[in-house]
């Protein structure tokens, strides 16, 4: 099984709201992504988290949390977003020491 | 020096044709490099890949090819299909623990019918 779950789907959300991504993954990967898809451009990448602990954090601005709670979980918390943080969100996990990135079907989010 | 560049932006074949997409790069340091077939509103799923000590590898109608010295790797789908039709990302990726892949700006693929 190599199925990274994301939800929601779709998430609509005002510039004053909070609101939480989730992630899950059950194969055993201690390596989690998060990554940012504008339209007709490759993914971003966000965060990487190896053994629960964030490793890196592309310069992501602070409205922007985000947090691995245990090894299957990735969360990431969304608080004061601007229009221009529209786009699908995406989480992937990897095998520690393996190349294969797995990736969920992603949030699409929309900020108004 | 990380980057990877993807060309043709867009391409439109036959059913029944032959797609090719092009990546090349200049990172030596790259050690696998991974093809992801994206469709609309989807995540990237991984279609092939290959590492630099091989040249060439084939599963079913998708073929890698990899030229180490010209730095160059490549996809082909043969017989084209109407559901082939979707964004292709190179990648090409570095780390020993967890990795960090470098991805090609795409190429969206229409495959007419």
């Known amino acids: 099984d190599t199925e990274v779950t994301q939800t929601p789907k779709h998430l609509v959300m005002g510039m004053t709201n909070k609101k939480s991504l989730k992630c899950e993954q059950h194969?055993?990967?201690?390596?989690m992504y998060w990554y940012k898809q504008k339209a007709k451009k490759p993914p971003e990448l966000m965060f990487v988290y190896s053994y629960e602990k964030l490793s890196i954090n592309e310069s992501v601005p602070s409205r922007f949390s985000p947090e691995c709670p245990n090894s299957s979980l990735l969360n990431l918390h969304l608080h004061a977003l601007q229009p221009e943080d529209s786009a699908l969100y995406l989480c992937?996990?990897?095998?520690?020491?393996?190349?294969?990135?797995?990736f969920g079907p992603g949030t699409r989010l929309t900020v108004l | 020096q990380q980057q990877v560049k993807q060309s043709p932006q867009s391409l439109i074949v036959q059913k029944g044709g032959i797609s090719i997409i092009n990546c090349a790069y200049e990172?030596?340091?790259?050690?696998?490099f991974p093809w992801y077939q994206q469709f609309p509103g989807k995540g990237p799923a991984l279609l092939i890949a290959?590492?630099?000590?091989?040249s060439e590898k084939k599963e079913g109608r998708f073929t890698i090819s990899f030229n180490k010295s010209a730095k160059q790797f490549s996809l082909h789908i043969m017989d084209s299909q109407p559901g082939d039709s979707a964004t292709y990302f190179c990648a090409a990726r570095t780390g020993s623990g967890y990795s960090t892949l470098t991805f090609g700006k795409g190429t969206m693929l229409l495959v007419s019918p």
């Open positions: 992937a996990s990897s095998l520690w020491g393996s190349d294969t990135q797995y």
């Open positions: 990172n030596t340091a790259f050690d696998y």
């Open positions: 290959i590492r630099p000590d091989v």
């Open positions: 194969m055993g990967h201690r390596a």
